[in-house]
């Protein structure tokens, strides 16, 4: 989700959905990694494994991977309605 001019907690938030803790936790560690390799570190991270919510604070983004349940019931997509949703496999063209 583009949050530029909608927010000033970050530029972007992007949201997933694992089917488990641990698929959580993987998807947590890969993203860590990866932005590390590129020289981006993440500034902080609520909720490490085993939660059901991790959220991973880079600061223009914003990463939140949830389980489904919590995804549902915190609908951050609808709290955040106004904003554009990015279409990242553009992104993933690119490399």
């Known amino acids: ?4 001019g909608i927010s000033l907690l970050a530029d972007y938030f992007v ?3 694992g089917t488990s803790e641990r ?3 993987a998807i ?4 860590e990694d990866a932005e590390e390799e590129n020289g981006v570190f993440v500034k902080h991270i609520e909720g490490k494994k085993g939660s059901r919510w991790i959220l991973m604070d880079f600061g223009d983004i914003v990463v939140n991977a949830f389980m489904p349940e919590e995804r549902a019931l ?12 990015v279409d990242v496999s553009e992104w993933l063209d690119e490399e």
């Open 1 to 4: 989700m583009n949050m530029e």
């Open 15 to 17: 949201m997933l959905t």
């Open 23 to 25: 698929q959580l936790g």
């Open 28 to 31: 947590i560690d890969a993203i």
């Open 74 to 85: 915190y609908n951050l997509e609808k709290l955040w309605d106004q904003a554009p949703l």
